[in-house]
């Protein structure tokens, strides 16, 4: 009955550190991006995007975050996260490195 009730509460204590780690390259970044139909299109962060150099291989929504797969124009293959709304980088990871974190993230 002791070994349950310690398996239990450990496991307990586990998930509250889960729930309480900050956004990480290998968690999810959240955006309070309000609804939808308020934000820019993925094909608008693409364009932005690669106009600044980078190669996109994918997109999708994550956290109510854009999250983008690609390459910056310094050549590293990243994942990061934009605001949907004012398209703002958030966290460029790479390999679980976090090379851009911008301010409040």
Known sequence: MKTHIL???AAACGLATLAAAPA???GRMTCNAGPQTGWRTQAQL???LTRQGWQVRRTKIDGG???VYGTTP???RVEAYFHPV???QLLVSRRGEVIF???GH
């Open 7 to 9: 398996l239990i509460a």
């Open 24 to 26: 990480s390259a290998t």
């Open 46 to 48: 693409v364009e932005t």
């Open 65 to 67: 975050c854009y999250e």
């Open 74 to 76: 310094q050549g590293d």
């Open 86 to 88: 004012t398209l703002q």
């Open 101 to 103: 974190r911008a301010p």
